[in-house]
């Protein structure tokens, strides 16, 4: 059936969408599929051949080119042509929304300031043993490269401006993150800080948001924030609370005031170091 093959393509450049990084070039099927364009073109001159165009002289003396084929003299012709006419368009559309799905992607990643040999090498880490390098072909490669040196060339102009952050404003100024692969030392707005794995570390989100994005840190979901966040309030209201029934009861025990806040930060505390791990150190 024709353009079979080319819809393996379709649901391929589906498929890569919703994939964190490229699966290796169908490059058999993309041949199969220009194959298959080339036949359906070699198919349509031969239909073609025996009404081979003419030239007639005009009044004008100019050379006038006009085909002999005639589709109501030959409907079962002029069907074939058609049929093959739209198989080579639906074929020539399919490779087009492949490609561009790919360089799409690739596109994403250079924006997104993410490391595409990186993410290419550990893509076809699993693909060792079949002597496969890479997962772009030739021509992607050559994309790519040349992509990133527009890119790197742009934001250049705007040495201030981050064009590769996120244009959504942070909700915290501070964040929690932990390392997952280790980024050796970084240098802060407060000071130099040592990434190494499995460690975590509360840091201000903007100086680290590129390493979010690389793949270095993970952002902490903000389930645990908003626990803490009801944990505090709890224990602000009881120790309020109970501020205010000892200084009814007796106006001169107000020295066990700071007695309750200290009960009360050593509480906030322990539910921090159960909810968020480890100790972990702090950079403010």
């Known amino acids: ?36 364009v080339r036949d359906l073109d070699r198919e349509v001159n031969s239909l073609l051949a025996p009404y081979q165009s ?23 012709t002029a069907c074939a042509l058609l049929v093959n006419h739209l198989a080579m368009r639906r074929n020539k559309r399919c490779l087009l929304a492949y490609h561009r799905t790919r360089t799409d992607k690739l596109e994403e990643m250079c924006w997104s300031g993410a490391d595409v040999a990186e993410i ?5 880490s699993t693909r060792a043993q079949s002597g496969d390098s890479s997962n772009l072909s030739a021509d992607e490669e050559a994309y790519i490269n040349s992509y990133s040196n527009l890119l790197a060339a742009y934001k250049g102009q705007w040495t201030d401006i ?10 915290d100024i501070f964040i929690d993150v932990r390392v997952l692969r ?4 970084i240098q802060t707005e407060y000071g130099s800080i040592t990434l190494t794995k499995n460690s975590q570390f509360y ?4 100086d680290v948001e590129r390493l979010i994005q690389q793949g270095y ?9 908003l626990i803490l966040f009801v944990v505090d309030k709890a224990i602000l209201a ?35 170091t159960v909810l968020c791990g480890k100790a972990r150190p702090v950079c403010v």
């Open 1 to 36: 059936m024709y353009a079979e093959t080319a819809n393996k393509l379709v649901l391929d450049a589906k498929r890569i969408q919703n994939l964190q990084h490229l699966p290796p070039y169908a490059a058999t099927t993309v041949r199969a599929v220009t194959k298959e």
């Open 54 to 76: 003419q030239s007639t002289q005009g009044s004008d003396g100019t050379q006038i080119k006009s085909s002999g084929f005639n589709p109501a003299e030959d409907p079962a």
């Open 120 to 124: 290419q090498s550990a893509a076809t």
């Open 162 to 171: 981050d064009l590769t952050g996120s244009l959504e404003p942070p909700r």
């Open 182 to 185: 280790d980024a050796g030392e």
């Open 203 to 206: 840091v201000r989100q903007a």
């Open 217 to 225: 840190l993970q952002k902490l979901g903000c389930v645990s924030a």
């Open 238 to 272: 009881r120790v309020n609370r109970s501020k205010t029934h000892v200084a009814r009861q007796n106006p001169l025990a107000v020295p066990a005031f700071f007695v309750l806040d200290l009960v009360g930060f050593a509480v906030l505390l322990i539910c921090r």
